[in-house]
């Protein structure tokens, strides 16, 4: 009899720790959805529509010509087909890579020195801010990154190849978190990211507002980030490596909805 | 200048629900930098709101306010056309004020 209370008391116990476990991730869904409503994104997207129309730079002109591949000035529908191969540039680009390019071949900033400066800093908050904005244009589309030009194939293959790639004082890649199902950094539940994780997470969530930091996070920052945690050197920005990565990810996501911008922890 | 504000503001039953996203630095004044210098503090001192010209709500904020604040009240008697005004002024002396019409 003792021995049935005894185990009757333990099963008690493991339990309530999976209950309270599910109980920390479910409340930190409440908090996210409690600060989705005021997401300040929103600032980011009202101020990357205003730069998209604004006269700037050395030439004093806009970026409204600017193409993304579905033409030049199409917004609409442009960021779930990124990255994807421009002619005009002969290579395979990402949103915030193409916009540098319009700023540098339409206003006349200086491409290498943007991509130089650190995140949040000068250029790169308005880079950040019109990707936001063109990104935000295209919620609720699905994705579907086009794989016909061999540069893009290309692109995917060196991307998975990346995604794979174990290196670093911690021997970790890609995989190592994003590789399987069920786990987490902390209390951040990580997406599998080998295949479409679905809609409005991984690769679908990115421009997002960081809540930790107060800011704003485009897809290109984000991967950047990845490598800090493995204790990689960083790709530098608009890389033709992290552009392979977004390219892996982007057509791994075919069919995920587009929730950008979404807010983070 | 600051950048603008974005206010929505929703009438339900007798009374409208605002919410105002404002965009700000809201710099604590307790970090420090790199160097290890203080970083100084900047940050919203007030906040008023109005409704059709008639202040409605003031605040005093202080260093403990997020960056990129979010506000949301709800001002009894406000219906769809109403004219909502907030505007903050910063410790630095910088202020701005949006409009938004209740829907």
């Known amino acids: ?265 | 200048m600051a950048d603008p504000m974005r206010i929505r503001a929703q009438a339900s039953g007798s009374s409208a629900v605002v919410r105002v996203l404002m965009s700000h630095e809201m710099e604590s004044g307790q970090r420090k930098d790199a160097a290890g210098k203080t970083i100084p503090a900047w940050h919203i001192t007030d906040v008023t709101a109005t409704h059709n010209g008639k202040t409605v709500m003031t605040a005093e904020w202080g260093p403990a306010v997020s960056k990129n604040p979010f506000l949301q009240f709800t001002i009894k008697g406000a219906k769809a056309g109403d004219k909502i005004g907030i505007s903050w002024k910063d410790n630095k002396g910088d202020s701005r004020t949006d409009e938004a019409v209740v829907s």
């Open chain 1, 1 to 265: 009899m003792r021995k049935t209370i005894l185990l009757l008391a333990l099963g008690l116990g493991a339990g309530s720790a999976t209950l309270a476990q599910k109980s920390a991730t479910e409340s930190i869904e409440e908090y996210r959805a409690m600060l989705a409503d005021g997401n300040p994104a929103d600032l980011f997207e009202a101020k990357g529509e205003a730069l998209w129309k604004q006269a700037r730079g050395p030439k004093n002109a806009s970026v409204e010509r600017c193409d993304l591949g579905k033409g030049p000035g199409v917004v609409k529908g442009a960021f779930v087909e990124l990255p994807r191969y421009f002619a005009d540039t002969g290579k395979v680009q990402d949103l915030e890579s193409r916009l540098v390019t319009c700023m540098e071949t339409l206003q006349g900033f200086d491409g290498k020195a943007i991509a130089q400066t650190p995140f949040n800093q000068g250029e790169q908050n308005n880079v950040t801010a019109l990707a936001t904005w063109v990104a935000a244009e295209s919620k609720g589309m699905k994705f579907n990154l086009p794989q016909s030009h061999t540069q893009e194939r290309v692109a995917y293959e060196v991307g998975k190849r990346l995604f794979f790639m174990r290196g670093g004082p911690h021997d970790f890649s890609c995989a190592s978190c994003h590789g399987e199902e069920g786990k987490r950094i902390r209390l951040q539940d990580l997406p599998v990211l080998t295949k479409n994780p679905g809609n409005g997470v991984g690769f679908a969530a990115w421009p997002a507002y960081r809540v930790s930091n107060g800011q704003m996070w485009s897809m290109q920052q984000r991967l950047n980030d990845c490598y800090r945690q493995q204790r990689f050197p960083y790709p530098i920005f608009g890389s033709d490596a992290l552009t392979a990565l977004s390219t892996y990810l982007g057509v791994n996501a075919q069919g995920a909805v587009s929730a950008v911008p979404t807010i983070k922890r």
